[in-house]
């Protein structure tokens, strides 16, 4: 079997200076958009009045990315959680 090449795979450095090469990362991709659009399928997502997003609140590290933040989850397809919670079993079944 030959070496992957570039093109194959993509390869993420870890802190020990080994590296990990993912084949499947259009699986991980998949993955990824399904569980965001049943999110939003199954929810109504929208900033907490009482907790602004601060929309320049980042971390100071190398990687940055955004500092956490308040959100309400409002059922959009079923009156309750567990209503929703039936609906994914059914969809997961």
């Known amino acids: 079997m030959p070496w ?6 993509v390869s993420i450095p870890r802190v020990t200076g080994h590296w990990f090469c993912f084949f ?3 699986l991980i991709n998949r993955s ?6 049943l999110i939003q399928w199954a929810f109504d997502v929208r900033a907490d009045p009482a907790h602004p997003i601060d929309d320049s609140a980042f971390t100071e590290s190398a990687n940055a990315h955004p500092m956490p933040f308040k959100v309400i989850f409002e ?3 079923a009156k309750t959680f567990e209503g929703i919670r039936d609906l994914f079993e059914d969809y997961t079944s």
């Open 75 to 77: 059922p959009r397809v």
């Open 24 to 26: 499947d990362v259009s």
């Open 4 to 9: 992957p090449t570039y093109g194959d795979c």
């Open 32 to 37: 990824v958009f399904l569980n965001t659009a």
